[in-house]
């Protein structure tokens, strides 16, 4: 058997190709989440970060797939058509609708899992072999191979019996999310500043995604990434440079490299790092968007303020 084929539970899968997701201009993978507005409900694997990939060429054939990990099998899966399973309408990009309670979660779940792997620096493959007989022969492979990425399989009766007992047993109230508003962006900036100024750095480059991560709240379905964005857009001077900018100007891939004063002479008057370097301070900026100035569109992603408010909150 080739290097170009493997055997699955006795069966010769061929490989399709290595799954890589999309990169940046700094060479960082391009990562997303998806906000889902009330009253609908996320599913379990919503949260993300998620990420876009590309097959090129798979065939459109009906049967099963596998995918391995640094040569572990880690999920069996069959398809009527490989190539609309791994394209941007399957698992390939995740829309806002795959992260609703009844969405693809399975969507979810496997471009999550392929970003993880592929951003701690492992491979990940996709094998393939048709098959018409595709239901069984998926069901007799995990059921043989019990690969980790398809969780655990149960009989009818057992799934029902879990779930019955799920029904009768009240769930824990969830307490409400703290919501960052654009004051906590503004003081973890502040705080990134200094740091970079103590270390004796002249820039700071600062990610839109990790700042909300050092703030909390992100990846969940209910992040501020707008009003991160919008906040680190506000404390940027002349001489500050964005190097990544998203396709609608609000990601977590927003990068911005803010220049850093010099150090100051002595006796010279206590200066902020933002105003040394042309940027107003947090306090001096009116009518930064809190959380409230943000609302959800018609498909969940997060826009800008209302037309109705005036200029001077914009």
Request: aromatic share 8%; net charge positive.
């Amino acid at each position: 058997m080739s290097v170009m084929e493997r055997e699955f539970g006795g069966r010769a899968f061929s490989l399709i190709q290595s799954i890589e997701p999309l990169r940046d201009e700094v060479g960082a993978f391009l990562e997303f989440t998806h906000f889902v507005p009330p009253p609908n409900r996320p599913n379990q694997y919503a949260d993300g970060p998620f990420c876009h990939f590309r097959l090129h060429n798979p065939p459109r054939q009906a049967g099963v797939y596998a995918i391995t990990v640094d040569g572990h099998l880690v999920y069996i899966g069959e398809c009527e058509n490989l190539r609309d399973r791994f394209s941007a309408s399957g698992y390939g990009k995740i829309a806002w609708r795959n992260c609703h309670h009844d969405g693809q979660s399975t969507n979810c779940k496997l471009n999550a899992r392929i970003l993880e792997r592929a951003k701690a620096g492992q491979s990940i493959d996709l094998w393939f072999v048709p098959t018409p007989e595709r239901k069984r022969v998926e069901a007799d492979l995990i059921a043989a191979l019990n690969p980790g990425w398809n969780g655990r399989q149960g009989t009818f009766r057992e799934s029902t019996r879990h779930r019955s007992v799920a029904a009768r047993t009240p769930r824990p109230a969830n307490p409400r999310p703290v919501l960052e508003t654009s004051q906590t962006f503004h003081d973890a900036l502040d705080r990134l500043f200094a740091a970079a100024l103590e270390n004796g750095q002249s820039t700071a480059r600062v990610q839109a995604g990790e700042l909300h991560r050092k703030v909390g709240g992100y990846p969940s379905t209910n992040h501020r990434m707008p009003v991160c964005c919008a906040v680190m857009k506000r404390r940027m001077g002349e001489a500050d440079t964005i190097l990544v900018s998203p396709p609608k100007g609000a990601g977590a891939n927003l990068t911005i490299e803010y220049r850093l004063p010099d150090c100051p002479e002595p006796g010279a008057p206590e200066i902020s790092p933002a105003e040394a370097a042309g940027r107003p301070p947090a306090d001096a900026i009116p009518g930064t968007p809190a959380l409230a100035d943000w609302r959800p569109n018609s498909v969940g992603a997060a826009v800008g303020p209302s037309k109705k408010q005036s200029a001077h909150q914009i």
